[in-house]
């Protein structure tokens, strides 16, 4: 074995020769199978330390899926888990979403992932970063050379990894990638050895990307099981689950450092107070409700929940702005958006600022469709539906990450939700977008045809759900225009698979447009109505930019 080792990693490290000054890097170190196997598990056990020093936030969406005679499988009912990871005491997430109570911790030891009551554990999905806290090295682990293969512009090195000792449960059994240059495991997919008793190990794809130098951390977990067993083997389950991870450079309470890089201006950056002039009352109401506004944005993305002002902000405003000049629309202050990270499918107004979550740009099919969204919000701006200005007061900003669902909120009445609905279709009507609203009632039927089975999907938890009273579709006229659903349509794409638009930097928190042309369907069972589907990242080595872009295997925006 070790001799074919050094063959194959002779031809990897050819040309790689250091001139006798220079210092050697990893690779030109490493000449033998077996010195590559000790840097890998070297580096894998550091991992473990430097993955511990962030506390990431943590989102889990699952869909339960059912067969279907002609689309293979179809979701049959969803859980979704949002939290912040604390490794403080081993591995455990303190939730977000649960607001019955004050933060409560979700822990996630060692074969906690799915119990025979047939409940999944959060928790136990973030267990998946690693690939084994127990001791991770040749004396519990056979490590067999498979082949080089690219995971985007890195080689790899591919490992089979099975435990020495079957019998010991939670070892990892299965495949790892790990980079040429500095042998970091940047990816795994496999699960864990042995049945540990009254739950379940699950399947589980882990990918970790390039984020800082040097620096691999994990940023989507893929799992997916079809014939799982519970409750003494007499039930069965199948699902599909994609855990994201994101906010590693959130700042952790207050630093000093920020007053180190304070800007003195001359004197000609002073106001003239000959030309002083305090606000009347109209405009003191705006600005107090503008302050309302841009405090409830800042906390929100301190908390990792908004991403930072960027490049989807600006098409958003871009289609608001047709809205708005198409019905010649006199709106003070303009109307801005932003964009939640989260993957449930919401829309809402702070005062001026319009905000649609990550999730719901990732399905919309066409501008049409966002822009009949982006109408919604927008009618609620134009019939002056006010939002709370409690926000204003900044010690209302002072909580806890993990309160925010429970401290903000910004929902609007039923009367308000069917008003702003009347209100859009107006705006539609004499918008560029009147002559494509059937492919925005397509959209509708397919989210009423989904909505019983992804009720966590559909729900709301900052502002109104894409529901309105009686369990209805927002504009559900907009479906009375439109043509049937037909599953064997491939021509016909009323929605997106989840993770279709847009691409979160994990690090940074900044969302970018996935650029990539459409692909051709197969078969029905490629159309993945607002479903989950596996990551395919790709991946780079940091250049003090964004690390990956992930595209999912399922269609390209159209």
Known sequence: MRREGAVVLGVVFSGLAASAAATPTPAQQARTMADVIDRVITNENR???????????VETYIQNQRPDKE??????GDKYFLGRADFSKGVALVSLTDTNSKGRKIFGAIGNFFSFSAEFVPGGFLQMIFLDTNG???QHYKFDYVRREFLGE???LVFDVTPVEKTVKGRFLGRIWVEDQDFNIVRFNGTYSGTPKFSRFLHFDTWRLNLQPGLWLPA?????????TYHLNTGHIRYKALTRLWGYNLPRGNKGSEYTDVLVEGDNNVRDQAQRSDLGPVESQRAWERQSEDNALERLQR??????AGEMDKVLETVVNNLVITNKLDISPEVRCRVVLTTPLESFAIGHTIVLSRGLIDVLPDEATLAAVLAHELAHIVLIHKSDTKYAFMD???FRDEDTYRKMNFRHSESDEAAADKKAMELLQNSPYRDKLQAVGLFTRALDQRRKDLP???RGRLGNTLLVSGGHVRMRELANGAPELQKRDLKQMPALPIGSRLHLDPWSDRLELIKKQPVALLSPSEKLLFEVTPVFPYITRYNGAAAATASSSATAPR
Not at 52 to 57: A, E, F, I, T
Not at 220 to 228: G, P, R
Not at 303 to 308: F, I, T
Request: proline content about 7%; some cysteine; glycine content about 4%.
């Open 47 to 57: 991992a473990i330390q430097q993955i511990r020093q962030y506390s990431p936030l």
């Open 71 to 76: 689309l293979g499988t179809v979701p049959a």
């Open 136 to 138: 991770f090295d040749k």
């Open 154 to 156: 890195v080689r790899c």
């Open 220 to 228: 989507y977990i893929y799992s997916e099981e079809s014939d799982l």
């Open 303 to 308: 908390a990792g929940l908004v991403a930072p």
């Open 396 to 398: 209302r900003m002072l």
């Open 456 to 458: 966590n999907l559909i």
